[in-house]
């Protein structure tokens, strides 16, 4: 019973330091899947607005020969975003499919954030 607090302060220290990298990958674990789900409606709505805007006379190009309310580079740039978003995920996907739990996780919250974000953006 002869332990001061520095001891104990110590050993704590040192508990947190270990753990938190396990903490993490479970926080990422659990958080995932819900964060793919919320990338893959943003993707979606980015589907749906980019056909609206090609097709609604909005787009780039009307019928009636006058421009849009986006460029034809604006919308090109969102398709390809999009695009290049689906890859990402897809082939993210895939390799952190392969990974053992035990293992920091390649596809992140914070990483699908940044995409969302980008998409956002456009």
């Not at 980015?46 to 919308?75: H, I, M, P, Q, Y």
């Amino acid at each position: 019973m002869g332990a001061k607090a520095e001891d104990y302060e110590s050993r704590l220290a040192s508990l947190k330091r270990l753990s938190g990298p396990l903490i993490q990958r479970v926080v990422e674990h659990h958080g995932r899947p819900e964060a793919i789900r919320s990338l893959d409606s943003l993707l979606g709505a980015a589907e749906v607005f980019l056909n609206g805007a090609r097709t609604s006379g909005d787009g780039a190009t009307s019928s009636d020969g006058k421009a849009g309310a986006f460029t034809e580079v604006e919308l090109q740039t969102l398709e390809k975003l999009i695009s290049d978003t689906k890859g990402w995920k897809t082939k993210m996907e895939e390799e952190q499919s392969k990974l053992s739990l035990s293992v920091a996780p390649k596809l992140t919250i914070k990483a699908i954030a940044e995409k969302m974000a980008a998409l956002d953006r456009e």
